[in-house]
């Protein structure tokens, strides 16, 4: 079946530092990748997205890069803060516009003050 | 933007019985819903695929029985977790497409429901 590998499962940096988390998907036909920041016990957030036209999104001090070829994806985050500790899930749309969403197995993030 | 309300968000009940969740799309309809169930430190695994009018998709390893689905309306859809068991307990989050902020469509997530079986 489809699958999302994502790592690291677990990221400490420094704050100020930068973070890289990088997925891999399987299914060469997928054109939406959202990335997902949750928080304990609460729903997953949408933090940025990319789609299969592009190479590269930024918003702020978040980036997400695309590799077709390769299928996978990165998260980047520059100059970490507190505040962006906590689980982040990549994931692949299966089965078209309004499909599915597939999840990596997260990673969690600590920033160290 | 869209969204999508969960309901309970807490629940306690005791083993055998039934317990039912329900998730909304408030500003929206949505003829397609999803059902994720996410253990503790793990990720979130689909369950099933809500459609309207017609019956729910499992996902392999799922049982139909034991996991209720009804998606009576464009706005509602419910998951019934019946005859629970410890082994139940965990984080339901349901989920619905959306137009989103920059005209294309996003996924939208209720706010989960934790449930524990006593």
């Known amino acids: 079946g489809e699958n999302v590998e994502q790592h690291p499962s677990t990221l400490s940096v420094q704050e100020g530092d930068s973070a890289v988390i990088k997925c891999t998907y399987s299914?060469?036909?997928?054109?939406?990748f959202p990335w997902y920041k949750q928080e304990l016990g609460k729903r997953p957030q949408l933090i940025i997205d990319?789609?299969?036209?592009?190479g590269e999104k930024k918003d702020q001090r978040i980036a997400v890069t695309l590799n077709k070829t390769a299928k996978h994806f990165s998260l980047h985050i520059t100059e970490t803060q507190p505040e962006d500790s906590a689980v982040y899930f990549c994931?692949?749309?299966?089965?078209?516009?309004?499909?599915?969403?597939?999840f990596g197995k997260g990673t969690k993030l600590s920033v160290k003050p | 933007g869209a969204v999508v309300s969960q309901h309970p968000s807490r629940v306690i009940c005791k083993s055998g019985t039934s317990v039912k969740i329900e998730c909304r799309s408030l500003?929206?309809?949505?003829?397609?819903m999803f059902w994720y169930r996410q253990f503790p430190k793990q990720s979130l695994m689909l369950m099933a695929t809500?459609?309207?009018?017609?019956?729910?998709?499992?996902e392999q390893g799922v049982e139909k029985d034991k996991f209720l689905i009804n998606h009576a309306s464009l706005t509602l859809s419910t998951l019934t977790v019946t005859s629970a068991h410890p082994e139940d307990s965990s984080f339901y989050i349901c989920?619905?497409?959306?137009?989103?902020?920059?005209?294309?469509?996003?996924?939208?997530f209720g706010e989960g429901s934790w449930l524990t079986v006593v």
């Open positions: 989920s619905a497409w959306g137009q989103g902020g920059h005209g294309g469509n996003t996924i939208y």
């Open positions: 299914d060469s036909a997928s054109n939406y």
């Open positions: 990319i789609r299969s036209n592009v």
């Open positions: 994931a692949e749309l299966y089965g078209g516009s309004q499909g599915n969403l597939i």
């Open positions: 500003d929206f309809q949505a003829t397609t």
């Open positions: 809500s459609n309207e009018g017609s019956k729910a998709t499992y």
